[in-house]
């Protein structure tokens, strides 16, 4: 839920937050619930209350117990039960919805106007009869004496179908129509026309009794009208008294008795008004364009406050008799807003006024908190002057307003007054420095207090050991260890492993020196050794020993946490503990020389003196034992080839003869 303030008025928009997809399973819904503080504190007023992708439309039934909205892709209908606070039935449609009529006091009747012509009836069970109009339809009104439908579009007519016979009668002639209104009281007929004009009938003797000219009366001398103006949205209050919007985003409320408009109100957007809604408790009118919803005053014309989604807005609804504003807009979540000014909660949701008065009690941090005013001098400063113009940044009087989450990053990037704040951060420090040479004042460092008190113990009991013969050096007075009590990186984290394993220890030091203190006070020897020295120095072993199972606990503690979240999400990286071989193990910590000489009388190692003078160092790596045994075999076998193998020593070669007569 977002809190807003506009004029003193709050307005809680309760459909802000965020929505989980349909698609998810309920274990996935239950761990978001578990994890996202978001989605834990977000209030559903009405579940699924959202379209696939767009809501066009949006009614409430005269009974109150019914919303119904329509919306695409794909075109469909919803209607949502206020008692059971859910989604009762959808349907779904040949073509997008134009306009719809709930002609029942619940869902039972229900007309459509598809934007390719056809009208569609539809019954409690469903889809009911169809029928087509002869031209493209904008608007349309039921007039309940005559069972009349009055249907006005791009055409010079007003085609009229009766529901009772069935059939179309004779239609009303006059200039092409956008929108249309029937009196509820004395069920006057009125339509719009793009010229500006509207025109008022009268049912009984289809006749035209009145037209008012609404385009020459929207240009006053505070609007900026560029083009002839159009009607676009007409809503009669009572008998009286009605509204006109204009296509430039101008509302002129009449007095029908007077052919001059009372009041004419500018959205000064340039926008075409949407739809206008009457609040007769408060005597407010409330209209909208695509960018804004206006509440003002219908006598005095007075911003009574103002909402401004983020989406564009297609219609508004006004729950009957109550502060609640549902919107039907670009976005698939249809928007809810309650507005305790304009009226209670309804009585289906009457939980929402303690709540409202709980938040009153302890005011929590506005929309605005979360934003950030600007200039255009401090935009060039930071490099966001390209951003002017864009959806990051909203125009608001002289200024802007931008996310505050935006405006800190880009200020730690960029920050243009970081030299100045680096001056007189060292002019700071001169002060100090200047007014600790003037006068010696006994005070604790900003930085390791403890450590610093402890320091200072250790100075008044040192002027006893200097009686003793014994004096040692100030940590505080050494200028080595002076960055150690004023740079704040220096502090000591009490926190953190290596502190915890040696806190037992310093305990146990900074307890034998207040005994060793205690015994010079008293004239003992200061070497002096008890009897149960041998039980603290077990002590404060098995105190480390402690601490140690604590940190193996909480180590196991945070990997046992990191798996089951990266079970859970399975978008991380999965980390694995590595368990050390037997040559890890037997490893010890040696200096490099022990080591040298280990390899070296292992064979691993071979040193040898160079012609230059300097030593050469040859390893050899450590064989596996298959290699090993490998190596045992071939020399094994090598020893038995040899002690078979015959000397072939005493074979000599005989010297050849020559060639000559063979002798007789």
Same mark, same amino acid.
Request: charged share 30%; proline share 4%; hydrophobic share 30%.
């Given at each position: ?38 989605? !834990? $504190? ?32 794909? *075109? ?10 859910? &989604? ?97 009281? /004395? ?5 719009? @026309? ?21 385009? &020459? ?11 002839? *103006? ?12 009605? #509204? ?23 959205? /000064? ?5 949407? @739809? ?39 219609? +508004? ?21 309650? +507005?305790?000014?304009?009226?209670? #909660?309804?009585?289906?949701? #009457? ?23 600007? @200039? ?10 390209? &951003? ?19 405006? /800190? ?21 001169? +002060?100090?420095?200047? $007014? ?27 002027? =006893? ?9 100030? =940590? ?48 003992? *020897?200061?070497?002096?050794? @008890? ?13 480390? $020993? ?8 909480? #180590? ?8 089951? !979240? ?88 005989? *010297? ?9």
């Amino acid at each position: 839920m977002q809190v807003s303030s506009v004029n003193d008025v709050k307005i809680y928009n309760l459909s802000c937050g965020k929505s989980l997809p349909e698609w998810l399973s309920d274990r996935k819904k239950r761990a978001l619930l578990k994890k996202d503080v978001g989605i !834990q $504190r977000r209030i559903e007023l009405i579940q699924d209350f959202s379209m696939p992708t767009v809501s066009t439309c949006i009614k409430v039934s005269r009974d109150g117990q019914y919303i119904l909205a329509a919306g695409t892709y794909k *075109p469909r209908v919803r209607c949502y039960d206020t008692c059971q606070l859910s &989604l009762k039935f959808e349907r779904c449609l040949d073509s997008e919805v134009v306009a719809f009529e709930i002609l029942s006091d619940d869902y039972s009747k229900l007309v459509f106007l598809h934007c390719d012509r056809y009208v569609e009836f539809h019954s409690q069970h469903g889809f009911y009869y169809k029928t087509r109009i002869p031209k493209f339809g904008r608007d349309f009104s039921y007039h309940y004496p005559s069972c009349d439908l009055y249907f006005v579009g791009a055409s010079s007519e007003v085609f009229r179908l009766n529901l009772e016979q069935g059939r179309f009668l004779n239609s009303l002639q006059t200039d092409s129509v956008c929108a249309c209104d029937i009196n509820p009281v /004395h069920y006057l007929f009125s339509h719009g @026309t793009i010229e500006g004009k509207v025109e008022c009938w009268d049912p009984r003797t289809r006749n035209r009794v009145g037209v008012l000219d609404c385009a &020459l009366d929207s240009v006053t001398d505070n609007t900026e009208v560029e083009g002839l *103006p159009s009607v676009s949205a007409l809503r009669f209050k009572d008998a009286l008294h009605m #509204a006109v919007g204009t296509s430039t985003g101008q509302i002129l409320l009449y007095d029908l008795r007077a052919n001059r408009p009372l009041i004419v109100k500018d959205h /000064h957007y340039g926008l075409p008004i949407k @739809t206008i809604q009457f609040q007769d408790n408060l005597d407010l009118v409330l209209s909208a364009d695509s960018k804004i919803i206006k509440m003002w005053n219908t006598e005095t014309g007075k911003i009574f406050s103002t909402i401004e989604p983020e989406r564009d807005i297609n219609d +508004i609804c006004l729950y009957p008799n109550s502060g609640m504003l549902f919107t039907a807009n670009e976005d698939p979540k249809m928007n809810t807003f309650y +507005i305790p000014a304009l009226g209670p #909660a309804p009585r289906w949701c #009457a939980f929402l006024d303690s709540l409202t008065e709980e938040l009153e009690e302890n005011p929590e941090t506005t929309v605005y908190d979360d934003y950030k005013f600007v @200039t255009r001098k401090d935009l060039e400063n930071l490099g966001l002057a390209h &951003l002017i113009g864009s959806a990051l940044l909203r125009a608001y009087m002289h200024g802007f307003f931008m996310d505050i989450r935006l405006y /800190h990053k880009v200020k730690t990037l960029v920050n243009p007054f970081a030299y100045e704040e680096y001056r007189k951060d060292k002019i700071r420090q001169k +002060i100090e420095e200047t $007014r600790a040479q003037r006068v010696q004042i006994k005070k604790l460092p900003n930085v390791n207090k403890d450590l610093a008190m402890k320091l200072i113990e250790d100075d008044e009991n040192q002027q =006893i050991r200097k009686k003793k013969g014994k004096n040692l050096p100030s =940590i505080l007075r050494d200028d080595r260890f002076k960055v150690m009590f004023e740079n704040p990186d220096y502090q000591v984290d009490e926190a953190s492993e290596e502190f915890r394993l040696l806190n037992p220890i310093v305990s146990k030091q900074n307890k034998l020196k207040s005994v060793d203190n205690d015994e010079e006070r008293e004239g003992k *020897p200061s070497d002096a050794e @008890t009897s149960d020295s041998s039980d603290d120095d077990k002590g404060w072993v098995e105190e480390v $020993r402690k601490q140690r199972k604590l940190l193996y606990f909480e #180590a196991k503690a945070k990997r046992k946490e990191q798996k089951k !979240q990266d079970r859970e999400t399975k978008l991380e990286p999965q980390f694995f503990e590595i368990k050390t071989g037997e040559e890890f193990r037997s490893l010890k910590m040696t200096t490099l020389e022990d080591r040298l000489k280990l390899d070296e009388k292992s064979g691993m190692l071979n040193v040898s003196d160079t012609t230059v003078g300097s030593k050469q160092l040859t390893f050899s790596l450590k064989k596996s034992d298959q290699q090993q045994k490998q190596l045992d075999a071939e020399r094994q076998h090598q020893l038995e080839r040899k002690k078979l193998r015959r000397a072939a020593g005493h074979l000599q070669s005989k *010297p050849s003869r020559g060639r000559g007569r063979r002798p007789f």
